[in-house]
Structures are given as structure tokens and as C-alpha cells.
């Protein structure tokens, strides 16, 4: 990597630690959060029914936002632990990605960074690396993503299911209100009928108001408790989760932008390179043996026209000694029909 690229303010790695000291800044306070607000929901309770903690069905919501806020408290401890492992392996990575022998990187990075899925990662992308398979990043980073977004999405579903509980528990405290509401208004119109008057009537009002007032407290409890959940603890968490997830994205980056680029200055031939290789090999091979054919055509059409020139030579040849032979048997045939006329006349001398 050139001095230039690694002091770039837009440089992923630089980028991930940036983000990941934002991040752990932002966990401190949140995990200062839980304790007060366990606190200052406690008081609100006795601030709004003195006697709250006698009624166990109150108490179930009241403990079940304790035991909320409790998890959540570990998990931002957990996120900021998270935080500290990836910027410690990404602090040690960019400190030493100039080391061109992968090898001795990944020994770096076993030795020094904190043990965690983001060390893992950068060495099985320098083990791809050094079997020339650098292709298959993008798969390995796939298949971390999906790690961690259900990792994140077991984080968040716990505060999610605790808050649907509240408000179910919320809503069964309005029905129990109404139901100890009816008795008393039952009671209350009976009354009027009976000698004791208004008094009983306004006596059994008063406890049918009672039963108003707990459905109205336990659904206003639930819905406090349920809100506050949902805009601090649940969102809270959505943001680091998801700026947890920027840092990543970020060291991805990296990996596909800077580090695979740099395996051919490394030394590194991958297996594109060697398919490239052998493909060229191949074209060589294939245009050599080819000129080797046009070459043999070439002589194989020569040959041939000699051939066909011998040939024609030879139909000469040929012709020519038929020729021959025609005049010879002419001259032969003559000189013995010569011969033939010239004994006849000799014959015919001695006849005579």
C-alpha cells in the first residue's frame, strides 16, 4: 500500500476506527442509562400509588422493565467489548498491511489481535488469498453478514418481546379493573331499591371508581414502561447495531478495494491469473499447431502441383511413345508388306 492511499481521511480502515470510537463513546453513556432509569421509574411508581409494590400483578411490569433494563445494561457492555475486539484487530491490520509476506501477516494478527469473527474473517480471506482464491471474498463476507444480522436481530427481539409482554400485561390489568368495576355497579343500582339509600349508592360508586382507577394505573404503568422501551432501549440498540454494522462494511471495503488489488504486488498469482495463463497457453498452442497445418496445406498443395505438372509430363511421355509405337507398327507394316510384294514377284519370275 502506498504512504498516500493509507493517510486518505477516506480510507475504509481509517474510516472503521473512526466509527468505532464513536461507537464506544456512545455505548459508555448508554450503559450509565439502565441503572437510573430502573431508579427513576421506582419513584415514579410510589409517586403516582404509594402501596403499588403490594399488588403482585403491578409488581410483574415493574419487574419485568427491571429485567429489561438489566439486559440491556449487558448488552451495551457486550456491544462495547464487541467494539474494542474489531477496532483492536483493525488498529493492528492497518499498522502492518504493507507486510508483503501473508503469511507472517497472519501470524501478526493471530499474536496480537483480540480473538473475535472480524480476526477470523481477515484470515480466512489471506488463506483464500494464498491459495489464489481471492474471488471467493465475496461469499466468505456474505456469510458473515448473515451471521451478524441475526446475531443483531437476537439482540433486539428480546427487548421487543418484553415490550409486547408489557403491553399484554397492561391490557390484562384494564380487564381485571373492569371486572372489579361491575360488582360494585351491580350493587350500586341495587341499592336504590333497598332501604339503606343513597348511602350504599354512593359507597359501592366509590369502589366501582376504585376499579377504574387500577385498570387506568396498570394501563398507564404498561404504556410508560412500553414506550420507554421502545423509543430508548430499542432504538439505542437499532443505532449501534447498525453502526456496528457501518464499521464492518467499511472493513469490507477494504478487502475488495485495497487488499485484493495489492495480492499481484505481493506475489501472489490467483487462479484468474493462472486461468488467464492457461488460456493464453492455449491460444498460443492452438495458433501454433494451426500455422503448423497452413504450413503442411501449403507444402501438401505443392507437392501436388508437381504432381499434377509430372503428370502431365508423363501424359506426354506417354502420347509420344504411342505415337512411336504407331509409326513403328506403320513402318513395319510396310516394310513387310514390301517384302510380302517383293517375294511374290520373285515368285513369279521363276514360274516364268
Not at 25 to 30: D, E, H, M, R
Not at 84 to 110: A, F, G, Q
Request: charged share 25%; hydrophobic share 45%; aromatic share 10%.
Amino acid at each position: 500500500m502506498s504512504e498516500k492511499v493509507i493517510i486518505d481521511k477516506r480510507y475504509p480502515l481509517i474510516l472503521a476506527l473512526k466509527t468505532l470510537d464513536s461507537l464506544k463513546i456512545k455505548l459508555i453513556f448508554a450503559s450509565l442509562m439502565p441503572i437510573p432509569f430502573i431508579i427513576c421509574g421506582i419513584i415514579a411508581m410510589f409517586f403516582l400509588r404509594a402501596d403499588w409494590f403490594k399488588d403482585p400483578f403491578i409488581d410483574s411490569i415493574v419487574l419485568l422493565f427491571t429485567v429489561g433494563q438489566l439486559i440491556a445494561l449487558k448488552q451495551y457492555i457486550t456491544l462495547y467489548n464487541a467494539a474494542s475486539k474489531i477496532r483492536n484487530t483493525i488498529y493492528i491490520l492497518k499498522e502492518n498491511e504493507s507486510e508483503k509476506d501473508l503469511t507472517k501477516l497472519k501470524e501478526i494478527l493471530y499474536e496480537k489481535a483480540a480473538p473475535g469473527h472480524v480476526r477470523d474473517l481477515i484470515i480466512r480471506w489471506i488463506d483464500l488469498a494464498l491459495q489464489g482464491e481471492p474471488l471467493s471474498f465475496e461469499a466468505i463476507m456474505d456469510n458473515a453478514a448473515i451471521k451478524r444480522y441475526q446475531a443483531n436481530d437476537k439482540l433486539i427481539s428480546t427487548h421487543i418481546n418484553i415490550n409486547r409482554t408489557t403491553l399484554k400485561l397492561g391490557f390484562l390489568g384494564t380487564l381485571i379493573g373492569l371486572l372489579i368495576t361491575f360488582p360494585p355497579m351491580k350493587s350500586a343500582i341495587l341499592s336504590l331499591q333497598s332501604s339503606e339509600g343513597e348511602f350504599k349508592f354512593v359507597k359501592d360508586i366509590a369502589r366501582a371508581i376504585e376499579g377504574d382507577q387500577y385498570a387506568i394505573f396498570t394501563t398507564l404503568i404498561a404504556t410508560g414502561f412500553s414506550i420507554f422501551i421502545e423509543l430508548l432501549t430499542i432504538q439505542l440498540l437499532e443505532r449501534f447495531t447498525l453502526t456496528l454494522e457501518e464499521a464492518n462494511n467499511f472493513l469490507d471495503e477494504w478487502a475488495i478495494a485495497y487488499f485484493r488489488p495489492s495480492l499481484k504486488e505481493r506475489g501472489i498469482i490467483t487462479s484468474k491469473d493462472r486461468a488467464t495463463s492457461l488460456e493464453t497457453l492455449v491460444n498460443s498452442k492452438i495458433e501454433e499447431n494451426l500455422n503448423k497445418v497452413v504450413k503442411a496445406v501449403d507444402e501438401l498443395s505443392k507437392t501436388v502441383d508437381n504432381i499434377v505438372k509430372f503428370q502431365e509430363i508423363l501424359n506426354n511421355k506417354v502420347n509420344k511413345l504411342i505415337e512411336y509405337e504407331k509409326d513403328y507398327r506403320s513402318f513395319i507394316s510396310s516394310k513387310l508388306n514390301a517384302t510380302i510384294k517383293s517375294i511374290g514377284d520373285i515368285d513369279e519370275k521363276t514360274d516364268t
